[in-house]
């Protein structure tokens, strides 16, 4: 695994202060991870899950992914039209069906931290992925302090990890982390973020 940005500090104090001034950038991606070997050109057919309690909103991100990758010619599937109403999302039930019903990708995106951003007061993300090389085996977050332009209205900064995993081998193939400015319903947030994530995993690696 490489991280690909050199100074989170640098790059996080760079992306909050070009979203704070531009009306239609609410996410930032902070960082990504990419395994050496991934070509995002052999996806074909990927089993969408976002963890979050409410199920609308689960519902609502989960088909959006599905909407804009099958544009890209991926057949792409909603968790919750392929997993029982009562499966727990966890790695022991889901990739025996993911490999049963031929998925060769699954995408989990998980909120990390949720931050209320107080104006006059510093945006600060509190989280940040770990650097260790095994990063692939390990969930780890390390805190962060940084300082980052102050805030001019109150809203809620969401944080991330989106990561797209190899059905049979069961590896992190890509990782992201992103922040969200939640300053309007989260619903017309969520188009923006998943052509977000998907324009940077199809990006060439660097």
Known sequence: MKYSTPSRRLFLTIGVSASLFTACTYTSMLSINRAPAFRSDHIQHVLVIGLFKDQALRKLFEEEFVR?????????ESSLEVLPADAPLT?????PIAK????????????????????????????????RKDRQESDTL?????????????????????????VSSERRLWSGWTDTEVVKKIPKL???????ILRRLYESPQ
Do not use: C, H, N
């Open 142 to 166: 390390w805190p962060v302090l940084l300082a980052p332009p102050v805030s001019t209205s109150e809203f809620t900064l969401a944080t991330v990890e989106t990561s797209l995993y190899d």
């Open 100 to 131: 049963a019903q031929g998925f060769d990708a699954v995408l989990v995106s998980r909120l990390v931290e949720k931050t209320k951003i107080i104006p006059g007061e510093p945006a600060v993300p509190a989280m940040e992925p770990s650097f």
């Open 190 to 196: 969520i188009p923006g973020f998943v052509s977000l």
């Open 68 to 76: 804009q990758w099958r544009l890209r010619g991926v057949q792409a």
């Open 91 to 95: 790695k022991d039930v889901v990739a």
